[in-house]
């Protein structure tokens, strides 16, 4: 039963339960009334309170024992506790019972009507909070990482050690193999959940703007900052930063990145002021940082930093016997967006999902899932439901011998790169994105050679 607006009343004084019921009848809040510690708790257990009033001193329970087993509830009341012989040393033992207020006898009924309204707004404040974080859970909790195979098992395992605590954690692993899931699930099961979650792919934003994005900047920073802004860090203060893609990141802005790590503050772009944040960190790439530090693209203390707890994410092909499951988890949810019946996967189908590689990892089944879903005439998924490269897999690249030795050196690296090119096109069906993942090359960047190449 809601708790909406409902009081409990708990003192052994008729006239004192009276006046209180009628006080808070006047605003319009619903009440209950009883004499003993023991009605108080078989109330508590038939029905949710938002506030409870609450006498120190009872005929049957002391009311710091009863205070005691609600703190126990699932969904505990606010309590206020009520007293004739206010003393400091009832009301800190009270404080660090959980009471919510403590109030003295006799009282004005402006003071307690006021502290019942305080409390019961913050209530609802936790309420909210619960709701809030049972709903990331659903979202994203640990269970919609689908997986049965050893290797999943590892992730599961290390993944739920890692949440409750506030270290950085390193997520490695080929893109597409569900690196922002993972660390949503991290952020969802910590004590962080009711605050935000930030994600930012730094490949994706220009080096000159992503400082500005991460850290803010202040009015006149630079050219076209006409005001003031905040940034993601500000954004996620209490809660928790994603940063995937970290290894592009240029130095001066890893350098940055050390000091929030290390000092847990920072200044806005252009500002002179140090603005202190508590965001937890979850990292991401799918390049090899310790090479970046070998060839000095990537500061060795920032990884050090970075490197304190790693989860490995395995590439699809790596855990085959999970396939079936995505295939089936993927086919049930666009079943659901696209309101129609639950479909099917026939023998022939599975069969060519489980033979694929999957360069392009759980996202790529999960596209070619979606895709099916919504081609498919029947509640039946056959072969023919699925894209050419499936079917019909890329050719090994081709050898540097086909190349003509006539051409000079720089035609002949460019007619190589452009053979690569189109290898990595063909394996992903001409999808751009996910050839440049696995060319390990930014999207700007591929698009830039298609349109040098002449590739459409």
Known sequence: MSADRRVLIVDDEEILREVLSLLLASESWITDAVETGGEALARLREREYGVVLLDLMLPDIDGLE????????????????LTAYASLDKAVSATKLGAFNFISKPFKNE??????????????????????????????????????????????????????????????????????????????????ASAPFVAINCGNIPPDLLESELFGHVRGAFTGATSLKKGLFEAADGGTVFLDEIGTLSLEI?????????????????????????????AATNTDLASGVSRGTFREDLYYR???IVV??????????????LAE??????????????????????????????????????????????????????????????????????????????????????????????NALEKTGGNQKKAADILDVNATTLSEKLKRFGIR
Not at 66 to 81: F, Q, S, Y
Not at 158 to 187: D, F, N
Not at 362 to 371: A, D, K, S
């Open 254 to 282: 890893q350098s940055r990145l050390l000091r929030v790590i290390q000092e847990r503050e920072f200044r806005r772009l252009g500002g002179l002021e140090n603005i202190k944040v508590d965001a937890r960190i979850i």
């Open 111 to 192: 003071e307690l009507l006021l502290a019942v309204k305080n409390a019961y707004d913050h209530y609802e404040l936790l309420e909210e909070n619960r709701r809030l974080k049972s709903t990331l859970q659903e979202k994203y909790g640990f269970e919609n990482i689908i997986g049965k195979g050893a290797a999943m098992r590892q992730v599961f395992d290390l993944i739920t050690q890692v949440a409750p605590s506030r270290s950085t954690v390193l997520l490695l692993g080929e893109s597409g193999t569900g690196k922002e899931l993972v660390a949503r699930a991290i952020h969802a099961a910590s004590g962080r």
């Open 329 to 422: 988890h993927f086919i049930r949810k666009f079943s659901e967006e696209n309101r129609r019946e639950k479909m099917t996967l026939d023998t022939a189908a599975l069969k060519v999902l489980m033979d694929f590689s999957w360069p392009g990892n759980v996202r790529e089944l999960e596209n070619v899932m979606e895709r099916a879903v919504v081609l498919a005439p029947g509640d039946v998924i056959g072969i023919e439901m699925f894209p050419r490269n499936l079917l019909h897999p890329a050719q090994p690249e081709i050898a540097t011998s086909e190349i003509s030795e006539d051409l000079s050196l720089k035609d002949r690296v460019s007619a190589y790169e452009k053979m690569i090119i189109l």
């Open 312 to 325: 490995k994410l395995p590439a699809l092909r790596e855990r085959p016997e999970d396939i079936p499951l």
């Open 306 to 308: 970075l490197n304190v």
């Open 66 to 81: 009863v205070l005691v087993e609600i703190r126990k509830l699932e969904r505990p009341p606010a309590a206020i506790m």
